[in-house]
């Protein structure tokens, strides 16, 4: 059995989510091999040669793998797989790999597994389903399995290695029908949410956009990232990419601090495996109390200057 | 620019979820069934891009039994135009098997958008509008967050990623899976309700499409989440920040 993990980069480094789909693969086979696909990417495979558990590092490095697209990246892993015996696909199920992953598996005629939290053997895996209000135990038939990873359920694995790389060449073959515009980053200085060891989150008892500042005094004496329920976000209070929970972003820090957040399920599955949860709500019934370690009922507006005061 | 939406009928989001004890899956005996959500989105943005003359026809297909058809009524009272039933005996569907009979319909019926939600609120899987993009080599646009047309007949597509917003340019026939900011879905008025009723829904069996659609996995048992145990209620911020730093050693 072999492995191959697709990395997933930012064009300069490669992201957690990536080190931890590395240590899945390793659960299923010791035999781990990478394929990284971009362009100028020298900073991402320097990086990416330290990584231990892996064999070798594969990459192919051309102008039109730039900007990630779904289908000219599946093609050049396709031409990639060719000839070779790896019995394993993995990547992590960030949008990244949610978009590019069924796309290999169907052209390789196989039933993609998603989104896996726990590896039994070679072909069992455990997946959450029903928001994780149900974990579904599945064996693949398929002789080739393709798989994204949860990465909040892998330790990110180590770098401090020296691994040889090997250049894949491919002839340009873009996508005709899909073309690159624009990409619009979120900004931010903070660490990231899905990596982050502490995350404060807002929701709709934030009120407005401009309340979001009262979380981010408290965010910058933790270290914390910012998070915010689905409420928040299609209040236009934050960005989309705030969203935690079963459609948005799973966490899982060491601490949550969940405030004016009522913990409907869609925002719980996305926060459970945090080791400690904390919320802030005026509402002594609201649902997050039941999943929170330490639950504080009370007026945010009051709580939130008292709290960040107290951390100095 | 003729529409195919696709929808799933899943149960209903408000519905608290309950493991069947012999482990085969989960209660759906008298458990409200709704669309899933990320599909009513889908629907509704087929309507508007119909009210704004982008869209001349919307059909929605949905993959089930007979009981779907309730599902695409929803869709037909939101205002699209006929329905397209595919049935099929094995409930363990997976969504390659959905992608292959969806790529069948297309043939027939040459849509030049098909799209449905991000991923299905039951499997969580998110993926069958990329299996479909690429069954039928049309570009895919996932996790939409806005539609705009451009002159040349293109459309631009943003996309909700991890870290921002990624807009892309499409050519038609495309692919689009909808995120939750591209709309807020309309609930259907009662006449349009009485209208729908109408309206036509062709059935189809999956099995006269001779496809293989035959499950890839074996689910061998579907448990309860671990528990997450409440903790206690706090007084006060001290003594909040006093059991994050001492107790939890967290800060
Ligand atoms: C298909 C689908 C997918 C979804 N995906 C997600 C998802 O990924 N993530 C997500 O979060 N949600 C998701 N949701 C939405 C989810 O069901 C809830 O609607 C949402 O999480 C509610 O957000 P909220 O807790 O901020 O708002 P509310 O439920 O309105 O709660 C606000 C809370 O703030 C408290 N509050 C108000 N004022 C104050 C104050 N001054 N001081 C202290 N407390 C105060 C209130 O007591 C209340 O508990 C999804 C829903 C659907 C249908």
């Given at each position: 059995m072999k492995s191959l993990v697709i990395i997933e980069h930012d064009g300069k480094n490669i992201k957690q989510t990536s080190l931890s789909t590395i240590t899945a693969a390793e659960q299923i086979s010791k035999d781990v091999e990478v394929l990284v696909l971009g362009s100028n990417i020298s900073g991402v495979l320097e990086n990416l040669k330290k990584t231990d558990i892996i064999s070798k590092v594969n990459y192919c490095d051309e102008d039109f793998l730039k900007h990630q697209i779904a289908e000219n990246l599946s093609e050049v892993i396709i031409s990639f797989?060719?000839?070779?015996?790896?019995?394993?696909?993995?990547?992590?199920?960030?949008?990244?790999?949610?978009?590019?992953?069924?796309?290999?598996?169907?052209?390789?005629?196989v039933q993609q597994i998603s989104d896996i939290i726990e590896i039994f053997d070679h072909e069992t895996f455990a997946r959450p389903i029903y928001a994780g209000n149900a974990i579904s135990k599945v064996k693949s038939k398929d002789s080739l399995k393709v798989i994204t990873v949860r990465p909040t359920c892998f330790e990110p694995c180590a770098q401090n290695s020296n691994v040889s790389d090997e250049k894949f060449?491919?002839?340009?073959?873009?996508?005709?029908?899909?073309?690159?515009?624009?990409?619009d980053q979120s900004e931010s200085d903070r660490p990231e949410l899905t990596s982050a060891k502490i995350v404060i989150s807002g929701g709709r008892g934030m009120q407005n956009g401009e309340n979001f500042k009262l979380l981010e005094g408290i965010a910058d004496k933790l270290g914390a990232a910012m998070g915010a329920s689905r409420a928040a976000v299609d209040a236009g209070f934050v960005p989309n990419d705030w969203q935690v929970g079963q459609t948005g972003k799973i966490v899982a820090p060491d601490l949550y601090i969940a405030v004016g957040i009522s913990g409907a399920i869609q925002h719980i599955a996305g926060i459970k495996d945090s080791k400690f949860i904390a919320c802030i709500n005026k509402d002594e019934e609201a649902p997050i109390f039941n999943f929170s370690d330490y639950g504080l009922v009370g007026d945010l507006f009051e709580i939130l200057p008292k709290l960040e005061n107290e951390l100095n | 620019m003729k529409a195919l939406v696709c929808v799933k009928r899943v149960i209903d989001y408000n519905v608290k979820i309950r493991v069947k004890s012999d482990k085969t899956g989960v209660e759906t005996d008298n458990v409200k069934m709704s669309m899933n959500p990320f599909d009513e989105i889908a629907v509704e943005e087929a309507v508007r891009l119909k009210e704004n003359g982008l869209v001349s026809e919307i059909v929605i297909l949905s993959i089930g039994q007979d009981s779907s058809q309730e599902t695409i009524r929803t869709g037909l009272a939101m205002g699209a135009d006929r329905g397209i039933l595919v049935k099929v005996d094995d409930i363990l569907l997976e969504p390659l098997g959905v992608g292959k009979i969806i790529k069948e319909v297309c043939e027939k019926e040459n849509p030049e958008m098909i799209i449905m939600g991000k991923q299905a609120i039951d499997d969580d899987c998110n993926q069958t509008g990329q299996i479909v993009a690429t069954l039928t080599n049309y570009p895919q646009a996932t996790f939409a967050s806005e539609l705009k047309k451009n002159e040349d007949g293109t459309l631009n597509v943003t996309r909700e990623v991890d870290g921002g917003l990624e807009t892309i340019k499409v050519k038609i026939p495309c692919v689009v899976t909808t995120d939750l900011r591209l709309n807020e879905p309309r609930y259907a008025s009662l006449p349009n309700i009485m209208k729908a009723k109408q309206k036509k829904i062709e059935t189809i069996e999956s099995k006269d499409l001779n496809l293989d659609i035959s499950p890839r996995l074996e689910v061998l048992e579907v448990n309860d989440p671990p528990e997450r145990k409440a903790g206690i209620k706090v007084p006060d911020v001290s003594n909040l920040v006093e059991k994050l730093k001492n107790e939890a050693k967290v800060i």
């Open positions: 797989l060719k000839d070779k015996e790896f019995t394993h696909i993995l990547l992590p199920s960030s949008t990244f790999g949610k978009n590019l992953g069924p796309k290999i598996a169907t052209i390789l005629d060449e491919v002839s340009s073959n873009q996508s005709k029908s899909v073309e690159f515009v624009t990409y | -």
